[in-house]
């Protein structure tokens, strides 16, 4: 999760055997804002296997005061509690941790509320991903969050940013293609391998990968045995993944990035180009 469980190492160094085996035995209390959309379902599969936490709250804001077992069957006996709504300070007396599973332009509202209530917030919505709030409002066509609240999300690519991210109260989660895209590309550019300015990443996904709301895109009359482009220079990911790509070579790196959706229900395959750099190259 990127943050801490037990505590430190220096804290439990101090502890007797005793008290770290009881700090090790104590769960973190979890709670799920959006947990009958299909990231918050996922989230709930991942996060009930898990031996130290707890989901002591399932949150809804559409269907509260409802089993989350009703839309949801498989979850019968699994999580026996209806769904709460949204309410920040009811949240804070429940979790110690919350999810916040929500629509891009709902986040940059609701997490400072969650903030402001002594929560530790992971978003998985898009709303801080991007630091520049002129170019969250140009890409997502939302007023874009607080600076303060800007600055303070850690982006939470934990494979590369695992130390930035571990101990601290705010994490924006990556988006899915970026997340396809940046484990692919950082280790290659990184190493030197390829010219950062030469980079065409080919994405395709599954119709999930949308949500749950209905619309004529996902239709299946529309999706089924088709293969379609889809937010050609518009997609939100693409000025995600550049700004991390600059923040790693220190020079403005700018991608073709091109999606597709395809009629299979989730799953991500990005398939990157890019031009080798002569000392490589020749060597191959």
Request: aromatic share 6%; with cysteine.
């Amino acid at each position: 999760m990127g943050m801490d469980v037990v505590g430190s190492g220096e804290g439990n160094a101090n502890m007797s055997g005793d008290q770290a085996d009881n700090s090790r035995d104590q769960k973190v209390r979890v709670a799920i804002i959006g947990s009958t959309g299909y990231g918050g379902v996922e989230l709930i599969r991942l996060l009930q296997g898990h031996p130290q936490i707890e989901i002591t709250s399932v949150i809804s804001s559409s269907s509260a005061g409802v089993p989350i077992s009703d839309g949801f069957p498989h979850l019968t006996d699994i999580i026996v509690q209806n769904l709460d709504g949204v309410d920040a300070q009811e949240i804070a007396g429940k979790a110690d941790v919350v999810f916040a599973a929500t629509p891009s332009g709902v986040s940059s509202t609701l997490v400072p509320q969650l903030l402001d209530a002594g929560l530790k917030v992971i978003d998985l919505s898009g709303d801080f991903r991007l630091k520049d709030a002129a170019s969250y409002e140009h890409w997502y066509k939302h007023a874009a969050p607080e600076a303060s609240y800007l600055e303070q999300a850690v982006y939470g690519l934990s494979e590369v940013y695992g130390e930035a991210v571990a101990g601290v109260d705010f994490i924006s989660n990556p988006g899915c293609y970026s997340t396809a895209s940046l484990l692919g590309l950082i280790p290659a550019i990184s190493a030197g391998w390829i010219d950062p300015k030469s980079i065409i990443i080919d994405a395709k996904s599954g119709v999930s990968g949308s949500g749950r709301g209905v619309n004529l895109g996902v239709h299946y009359a529309e999706v089924n045995e088709n293969l379609k482009v889809y937010k050609v220079n518009k997609h939100q990911h693409i000025p995600e993944i550049e700004q991390v790509l600059t923040q790693i070579t220190g020079e403005p790196v700018t991608v073709t990035f091109t999606t597709h959706l395809v009629p299979m229900t989730r799953g991500i395959m990005t398939t990157i180009y890019a031009s080798m750099n002569n000392t490589y190259s020749m060597k191959i």
